[in-house]
């Protein structure tokens, strides 16, 4: 049933007794043209658009649990393309296009809200290396605005501008950023899907890779071998685990990062604001709640919780950055585990195993990647070649030196 | 996380920072296939999900480099050694192979 | 507020119409005024917010979330879904603040949330009748059409109705602090089982500390009615608090919430200060943060009740029955005059006996189990109507109750009048902690509960929390508890002889919901229904991770305390699985709501991150210098003179005087490591990319450092005092990490090297003095003894020397700004005498201080990289210092560095540029496009790192990185700026843009 | 340059005045008082040569390097142990030029010894609540039973890296920090001290080092 006003309305008068199952619960066939392991945003977003792209239907996605049930279900929500090296600006500006239709195209409300996205700069070098960005952005047709001091002053005008250990000098705006409700894009990803044919097997974990002569054929799973033409990867934080499978080592470590919310208030801030000289984001959900976070903990981690540390460096951010944030409270604070790759940024690409295809090394910033990363992925998959979009995010740019530092901070996964 | 600094005794983990596989050796930069080498050296990782052999600064207290033993799941430390003493200690063994 | 006059004690009194003549742990003679949605009430001390409304018969105290609909006081505890305030006002408003845990005290003020205009009458409990138009996720369905609309309409209508409480309005004025705290066993919860861990564990000696969310010591033994050893329970939770108050290495904390459990044995803990006063005493916090770290801990959180879902379980007179005697025994409340018990188990007719007991009238009691053996005696004895196998199929009332509908076992149906419900489902243990290091619950059948499966490492989990319900039990297992933790720990325990205590009958059947007309709610603050769980499975979202996030279920700020288990009950009744398979989900800290002040403790404003000063500090604030941020510094950034407009003018002063005359700055901040042993030029020749062991001694040099990656990572001079010695400069900004680097390379990579490094940068301070009288004046400053003329003492010398009569130094003939200058390093204490001193030398001469500003523009004069083109993102080729990378030996980085794409010809390359038109103004930050060509992204050749205007040139100056920058001397491109809306043609030239053929240096 | 004196200042000249403040407590909770006759250095031992530097400062000073985070002090010299194979040394009330001096002298080529006498705020911390405010900051556990006199301590206050040692059993600590943050570092203590009530005693050592220095030169090499 298609979702609208009207039928909710009408639905609403007959009891809802009519409303479907959002996605059906198939047994796994013995064979499908392309499993896509791993049933995240990433993973389900990859099915739609092959089917919905290139007309493959016969596709499966396996999660080991319940779909989204890892860091798709655990951000901070964000959405933005706000990046200066040209791969990424592309690559996200896309992801952005994707994300202002994606409600039309799903059918589905995943309130993409465009309050705009705001990072604060606190000295002149930090002013003009955002100006670098910004024009960067600028130039691969982003919007971007550099404020000043009294421009976000104006703005945001409960901050601590008078007595702040590093003062804000400006920020780089971009107002077409925002945030999206996170399950909703896994949901409206897995409704679209199945009604594309596709089939989401969840409680189904991957327990090896089917290899024969340098090719895929198939996986091993909790619920039997499937066979595959294709199989791609989007497991996040498990990507080192699953390629292990495949006899490959990658340039990505797994690390913990926290998120935090707080209890519902009225509406306080209207855009997602980041500290600059300290590891905090904030923006604050349509239910009321200020979603929260910071610097990752630091260390290779699958535990999915943080420590404390991390929890009074980025509470200690927020409160310095916003002093009356000091007498709200928060409610939760979990971890996520994540695919922190060898530069910062992602990797799409083949692997030296023939039909095996890799999307990983998402480090913090998945989330906004979700329409793209699909897009692009089930691009490689049905192609079998990279499209221009992600070509960048290549597997061998390491050795080949083709890096893409963001930050500068080379080959350190946790300083991205 | 606390640590067993083997100089210090046990401190929170705030004090020290983190630098990853320890199992990494800096291959030979006279070897043939040096740039090979140093390619896998410095990018890529086992990234294993249980026990995993890292390093660990003491920075804010002794100053030592720590080769910490610890499970990525369950974040249980077993081990904790001076990282120059495992460096003695290999190139010791590579002296009596000699 | 002021205290109230000790006359009009009794006449206050007075005033609580359901505060029972006698009795309750409340202190009667102090009575505080309090202030709800602007009425004005009384209560006692010993009171929460919560009782003293109960005592004044106030029966709504807020709205739910979604529908608006009234509510009342529901619980006694923090898992209150319904009683949240507005607590305290304007900058120290405490929005969503339970009433039922809040301290009563003279002055309070408390506002009712979520609501417009009045708690009473509420337009938006419209939602209410609209509610089947709002279903469990009826947003996802809907606003998506026109798409423009979302944000502009959909979404603030939803926001604005969203949220519960007001944040304050303005900055928080109360102070927070942390605190750490050890100890051999930490004892979570001072209920019968938390004191007998804690003093067996401390009677063998251990260090315990017992934390107790509440005020007062004794957890559910305050609110029963109990005899443990022939006394009341008070009295013996008196005794034995009076013990451990005895013990020097008990610390009882009160008031202190045990909120997460971190790894390796670390608690974190909050202690209300100075909640439970109207503002905290001078000198303390509002809040302390307790970071605990016990070799083992007693987990003794007890359980919490959960309500029984039916048609209308959510109006104003339906409470837990625990509450209801905890509002009875304990405060001396009563939150009835006609009351009806509905239970699924004994418990719920204890409080039908304390309501008896306590005179109130007890209309009936309903049970859900047909087969009740026992009655209290009071339902004996026939004055109480017994409904067994019975259920309450609808309470009925708005803003208050005023009946229920009772089904009894054959089926017919009874309206009882009444003005409350005592509801009892059962008890959920308190486990949360249990699950904050990843363990997972299991269901117990016997009585109807999620207890723990699995215990974090080195904690016991007692009592109630455990599944152990009964007094007895609860007993038993906390001195066993305590006994184990304590040996554990090293200690001799002893068993203790347990209190007698009588075991009460807990026998529980699971009733989770009853059908009927209306709605049943299972989250009462989030407003999900027994339905909406329905909708959700019909939907899909049958894992329990999806009905929560699809539902909302748990998510409000009991965090599920209330509602979870119910749901997932319903959950697995509808999709005909346990709830062992049904799973659960994840139990998060913290286990309470914390506040973020506390948790940032004193640092925020200045204090947020330490601050780095120069010795030097105090006399640039006599100079009136303005101070600016550099990583953990503040330094000097300009000197304003009287008669100077801007900073412009005051910075082309400062390097125009330096260029003419002389300046001095403060250059301390760099890192300065000293580096000694056998090895130690070996060693440099290895970090560095050229060669320091060639380095005669006396001289200084320029080093590169790259990163094993090969991109470039630091730069700075060091010098070599002795065969085996050198000193080392970093940049400000990468000292720390360079140290690191360097400890790394001699403890894991060359640990057979013999050198050893220690930072210096505080030992010294360092004053650059630049410009062509530098000489002179430093000539009046060091020692006679030491020749300084340009054979003794030429450029790249390095020598100790005595200043002032005496004073060991370091000079360096080094120079940034390219003019003739030095570097003078002196003992830190003196940098104040010093820089005095230079100042006093140069006066002859004109010298003037200047600040990093001035600093900056000469380096761009004379094009010298510095972080903003040592970006990380950088190589030596880059820059162009590639004739700085040794061929004749190994280096870090070296291989890495010769990767293709590093060597790429169309990686941009370090250069200068100068505006065409020489009026106009340079930024950072600016983009290179070819003239004429569109301004994309496939024209992007690099972009402007520094900036400055030159007071030597008269024009702005930039340093760049461009493609093919140093084969386009000459050409012009565009400086691309758009998001300062600058465009500007610039001609590329030679980064050196001041002396090029360095006379002025070897001056 | 005849009339120029050259006055030392103190890293927490201006911050810490003899006085009493906080709470009005009958008797102070803390007592403080900053010590400026300390002369440090850090003493590092050359590799294979660390039992000759042991048997040196034997000799030289009657002093058992602890090999540990622990002081060993005899005669008013002390080595603290900081980290492996290296120390803190440090001299009471002497003048520093001839401490590190002769330190380098008696350990030449045993060890390498980088002056600190400059780096460092020391203050000394005594006074019934001493151990409650040190809790404010102090993460590690300083019970009697874990932390005694003789011990020492590198760690973090207030993201302030301190070295924190016990000097008597009174107890009196020994708190120090990096010149620098000194400020920082008063404004976390002050405030942690402040509910008991404190007093900043003036500095009770000889020759508190305002006066002009009269030392005559040294050499800064170690070789």
Same mark, same amino acid.
């Given at each position: 049933m ?27 066939k ?35 649990g319940w ?14 393309s ?15 296009k994707?994300?202002?239709?994606l ?51 104006a ?56 290899? *024969? ?33 495949a006899?490959l ?23 997602? =604001? ?9 923006? +604050? ?59 910062g ?23 906004k ?19 221009p979009?992600?070509?960048?995010f ?7 030196g083709m890096?893409?530092d ?11 | ?10 401190r ?22 040096a ?10 990782r ?11 600064y ?41 | ?11 206050? *009194? ?15 003679s102090r &009575? ?6 602007? +009425? ?13 409304l ?11 979330? %979604?529908y ?6 529901f ?22 603040t ?30 209410? *009748? ?17 798409s423009?609309f ?15 409480g007001?944040?304050a ?13 050890h ?24 260090r ?6 509440d ?38 904390m009160?008031?202190?919430?045990i ?28 809040q302390r ?5 016990a ?5 003794a ?19 837990l ?6 509002y ?48 209290p005696a009071a ?8 409904f ?26 009874t309206?009882?009048?009444c ?41 016991a ?9 009964? =007094?007895?039990?609860c ?17 001799t325990?002893?068993?203790?002889a347990?209190?007698?205590?009588g ?5 529980v ?11 049943a709610? #299972?989250?009462?603050?989030n ?14 979202f ?5 009905? %929560? ?17 119910t ?24 286990y ?14 200045k ?7 120069s ?10 210098? #303005? ?6 510094w503040l330094?000097a ?28 700055c ?11 042993g ?16 060639s380095?005669?001694v006396?001289?200084?040099?320029y080093g590169?450092? @790259? ?29 720390a990490?360079i140290? +690191?680097?360097?400890?790394?390379c ?16 505080? +030992? ?35 020598r ?6 005496? @004073? ?17 390093a ?56 590639h004739?700085?990378l040794s061929?004749r ?9 010769e990767r ?14 100068? &505006? ?22 496939e024209?992007?050749q ?5 900036v ?47 002396d090029?053929e360095r ?5 | ?10 890293p927490l000249?201006d ?12 008797k ?9 006759d300390l002369? @440090? ?7 294979? *040569?660390?039992h ?6 034997a ?37 520093e ?10 350990l ?7 002056e ?10 005594r ?8 809790? %404010?900051g ?7 039973s874990?932390?005694?006199?003789g ?31 000194a ?24 020759g ?13 090499n170690?070789?």
């Open positions: 298609k979702y609208s006003a009207f039928t909710l309305a009408y639905e609403a008068l007959r009891g809802h007794a009519d409303w479907k199952p959002a996605w059906r619960e198939p047994e796994p013995a064979e499908y043209d392309v499993v896509i392991v791993g049933g995240g945003g990433h993973g389900l977003a990859t099915a739609y658009y092959l089917a919905k792209e290139h007309g493959l239907s016969n596709v499966a996605v396996v999660e080991k779909i989204g049930s890892g860091n798709a279900g655990r951000n901070t929500t964000i959405i933005r706000n990046y200066l090296l040209p791969a990424n600006t592309q690559f996200y500006e896309w992801s952005m994707l994300w202002e239709g409600e039309r195209d799903l059918n589905y409300n995943v309130m993409v809200s465009q309050r705009g996205v705001l990072n604060l700069c606190h000295s002149d070098a930090q002013r003009d290396a955002f100006a670098r960005r910004g024009n960067a952005m600028r130039l691969n047709g982003v919007d971007a605005q550099l404020l000043d001091h009294s421009e976000v002053r703005m945001l005008p409960f901050l601590d501008y008078d007595n702040a250990r590093f003062p804000i000098r400006g920020g780089l705006l971009q107002r077409r950023g925002g945030t999206a409700r996170h399950d909703a894009v896994v949901w409206g990803y897995a409704r679209a899907a199945d009604r594309r044919g596709i089939d989401i097997i969840q409680n189904c974990e991957v327990t090896g890779l089917t290899i *024969r002569n340098g090719r895929i054929s198939g996986v091993e799973t909790a619920r039997g071998p499937i066979r595959a033409g294709k199989v791609g990867l989007a497991v996040a934080g498990n990507s080192s685990r699953l390629a292990a499978m006899g080592r990658l340039p990505i470590e797994s690390h913990v990062i926290q998120a935090f919310v707080t209890e519902g208030v009225k509406p306080v801030v209207d855009c997602v =604001l980041t500290f600059g000289a300290g590891h905090f984001y904030i923006s +604050q959900s349509d239910k009321g709640g200020l979603v929260f976070g910071g610097d990752l903990d630091g260390y290779n981690s699958y535990a999915q919780r943080g420590n404390l540390p991390t929890v009074e460096d980025i509470v200690e951010g927020g409160v310095a950055l916003w002093p009356g944030l000091g007498r709200l409270r928060v409610l939760r604070h979990w971890g996520g585990i994540i695919d922190m790759s060898m530069d940024s992602p990797i799409i690409d083949r692997t030296p195993i023939d039909g095996l295809y890799l999307n990983a090394g998402w480090c913090y910033g998945g989330f990647a979700t329409p793209a990363s699909g897009w692009c992925f089930a691009h490689l998959i049905a192609r079998d070649e990279p499209h979009l992600h070509a960048a290549r597997l061998d740019r390491f050795a080949a890096v893409i963001e930050k500068g901070q080379g080959a350190q996964p946790n300083l991205h | 996380m606390r640590i067993i600094c083997p100089y210090c005794g046990e929170g983990n705030e004090e020290f920072s983190y630098l990853g596989d320890a199992s990494l050796l800096r291959p030979d930069p006279a070897g043939a296939g740039m090979h080498a140093f390619a896998d050296y410095v990018y890529l086992d990234n294993p999900r249980g026990s995993h052999r890292e390093f660990w003491h920075a804010a207290g002794c100053r030592s480099w720590l080769i910490v033993t610890r499970n990525t799941s369950t974040h249980d430390i077993t081990r904790v050694e001076f990282a120059c003493d495992v460096a003695a200690a290999r190139m010791a063994s590579f002296e009596d192979e000699g | 507020m002021t205290q109230a006059p000790a006359s009009s004690a009794s006449e206050k *009194r007075s005033f609580q119409p359901y505060r029972l003549p006698d009795g309750g742990l409340i202190d009667r &009575p505080f005024r309090f202030r709800f949605d602007r +009425q004005s009430y009384t209560g006692f001390a010993g009171d929460t917010l919560a009782s003293a109960v005592a004044n018969g106030v029966r709504v105290v807020g709205r739910s979330f %979604k608006h609909r009234p509510r009342g006081i619980t006694a505890g923090s898992e209150e879904p319904n009683a949240l305030v507005e607590l305290r006002q304007t900058n120290r408003r405490e929005p969503n339970c009433a039922t845990t809040a301290e009563l005290f003279d002055g309070l003020v408390a506002t009712s949330q979520n609501r417009w205009p009045s708690l009473g009458f509420d337009a938006m409990a419209i939602n209410g *009748r609209l509610s089947p138009l709002f279903p469990a996720g009826f947003y996802y369905k809907t606003f998506m059409w026109p423009s979302w944000e502009k309409f959909y979404e603030p209508a939803i926001r604005r109705s969203a949220g519960l007001r944040a309005p303005g900055d928080d004025p109360d102070e927070y602090e942390k605190a750490f705290a100890c051999d066993v930490l004892v979570i919860g001072s209920g019968p089982a938390g004191l007998m861990a804690a003093v067996t564990a401390a009677r063998s000696g251990a315990v500390i017992l934390a107790e969310d005020f007062r010591l004794g957890g559910r033994l305050l609110a029963e009615r109990m005899v443990l050893d022939g006394r009341d329970a008070a009295s013996w939770v008196a005794l034995i608090e009076a013990e451990l108050e005895s013990m020097p290495d008990v610390r009882i009160r008031r202190t919430s909120f997460g459990v971190y790894d390796h044995g670390q608690y974190g803990a909050v202690e209300r200060v100075g909640d439970h006063l109207p503002e905290p005493p001078a000198h303390q916090p509002r943060f307790w970071k605990i770290v070799k083992r801990a007693v987990l959180a007890g359980a919490s009740e959960r309500p029984i879902a039916f048609a209308g379980n959510d109006r104003p007179g339906v409470m029955a625990g509450a209801v005697r905890t009875l025994n304990r405060f001396a409340a009563a939150p009835a005059m006609r009351l009806v018990v509905f239970t699924n188990n004994d418990d719920g007719w204890r409080t039908a006996a304390d309501a008896i007991n306590a005179g109130l009238p007890v209309e009936a009691v309903v049970d859900s189990r047909p087969d009740v053996r026992e009655l339902a004996r004895s026939g004055t109480i109507r017994v067994r196998g019975a259920q309450i199929v609808q309470a009925k009332g708005v803003r208050t109750l005023r009946a229920v509908e009772v089904i009894d076992a054959e089926g017919r149906a309206s009882i009048a003005d409350s419900l005592a509801v009892s489902g059962g008890w959920n243990p308190a486990l949360h902690l249990t699950c904050h290091l990843g363990g997972k619950p299991q269901w117990r059948d016997d009585i109807a509960a999620l207890v723990p499966k699995t215990a974090p490492p080195g904690m989990i007692v009592g109630a929390a455990n599944g152990a319900m009964t =007094l007895a039990d007993l038993r297992t906390g001195a066993d508890a305590g006994v184990r933790a304590a040996v554990d720990c090293g200690f325990a002893k068993t203790i347990l209190p007698r205590a075991d009460d009958s807990v026998a059947t699971a009733l989770w919901l009853v059908q009927g007309k209306g709605k709610f #299972v989250d009462f603050q407003d999900v229904t027994a339905a909406d769980i329905a909708l959700a499975v019909q939907e899909g049958r894992s329990a991770e999806h009905l %929560k996030r699809y539902t909302t279920l748990g998510m409000a700020t009991d965090q599920g305390k209330i509602g979870g288990v749901g997932l009950a319903i959950l697995s009744e509808l999709v005909e699985r346990s709830i062992c398979e049904v799973g659960t989900t994840t139990y998060r800290p913290p309470t709501p914390v506040s973020l002040g506390v948790l940032a403790g004193h640092h925020r404003g204090d947020f991150r330490p601050t780095r000063l010795p030097s500090h105090q006399w640039a604030l006599e100079r009136s210098a #303005v101070m600016v941020e550099t990583g953990a330094r950034q300009y000197y304003p003179q009287p008669g100077e407009s801007d900073w412009l003018e005051t910075v082309s002063r400062e390097v125009r005087t330096v260029r003419s005359a002389v300046g001095v403060d250059v301390s901040t760099l890192g300065r490591i000293d580096v000694q056998a090895d130690a030029g070996v060693f440099l020749d290895r970090v560095y990319t050229n060669a320091f062991s380095l005669p006396g001289k200084a040099r590169l450092m @790259l990163r094993e990656d090969g991109f470039v990572m630091d730069d700075g001079t060091t010098s070599r005092l002795a065969a085996n010695h050198y000193f080392m400069t970093t940049t400000t900004a990468n000292a990490k140290m +690191q680097h360097l400890e790394y001699a403890q894991v990579l060359w640990s057979d090297l013999d050198v050893q490094m220690v930072s210096v940068s505080e +030992q010294w301070v360092q004053f650059s003095i630049a410009g062509p009288r530098s000489r002179e004046t430093l000539r009046k400053l060091v020692d006679t003894q030491y020749d300084l003329s340009n054979e003794a003492f030429p450029h790249l010398a390095a100790p020397v005595t200043i002032m009569g005496g @004073l060991n130094a370091l000079l360096f003939r080094l120079s940034f700004s390219g003019e003739l200058a030095y570097e003078l002196v003992p830190a204490r003196y940098g104040d005498a010093v820089i005095r001193g230079v100042m006093a030398a140069g006066e002859a001469f004109g010298i003037t201080p200047y600040g990093t500003e001035a600093l900056g523009v000469m380096r761009i004069e004379k094009g010298h990289v510095s972080t903003n083109e040592i970006n990380g993102q950088t190589t030596a080729h880059d820059l162009g210092a004739r700085m061929t030996k190994d280096f870090i980085g070296r291989i890495m560095a293709p794409a590093l060597r790429a010809p169309h990686r941009p390359v370090f250069v200068g540029f100068k &505006p065409v038109d020489r009026a106009a103004r340079l930024n950072a930050g600016a983009h290179f496009l070819p003239l004429g060509a569109a301004a994309t992204a024209n992007d690099g972009y402007m790192t520094s400055a205007f030159s007071p030597t040139l008269g024009h702005w100056i930039g340093l760049g990185l461009l493609q093919r920058g140093p084969q386009r001397f000459g050409e012009r491109v565009r400086a691309y700026d758009p998001v300062r809306g600058g465009d500007v043609e610039v001609e590329v030239c030679d980064p050196i843009f001041v090029p006379v002025r240096l070897n001056g | 340059m005849a009339d120029l004196a050259l006055q030392a200042r103190t000249q911050l810490a005045r003899p006085g009493r403040f906080g709470a009005a407590t009958a102070p909770g803390l007592l403080i008082e900053e010590r400026t002369a @440090l250095a850090t003493v590092m031992a050359r590799r294979g *040569r660390e000759d530097l042991n048997r040196a400062v000799a030289a000073y009657g002093i058992d390097l602890p090999h540990g985070p622990h002081v060993a002090a005899k005669d008013g010299v002390s080595f603290a142990g900081i980290g492996v194979q290296r120390w803190l040394a440090a001299a009471e009330g002497l003048v030029a001839d401490f590190v001096d002769r330190l380098r002298q008696r030449a080529g045993l060890a390498s010894i980088a600190q006498t400059d780096g460092w705020a020391v203050l000394r911390l006074g019934d609540r001493v151990r409650d405010v040190l809790a %404010k102090i993460p590690i556990d300083l019970h009697p874990r932390f005694a006199t011990d020492v301590a590198l760690t973090v206050v207030a993201h302030i890296g301190v070295q924190i040692a016990q000097l008597d059993d009174r107890p009196t600590f020994q708190l120090m920090a990096f010149r620098s943050l400020a920082s570092l008063w404004s976390w203590l002050s405030k942690s001290a402040a509910e008991f009530g404190y007093e900043i005693v003036p500095s009770g050592s000889p508190r080092r305002t006066d002009r220095i009269t030392t005559t030169k040294r050499s800064i170690s070789d």
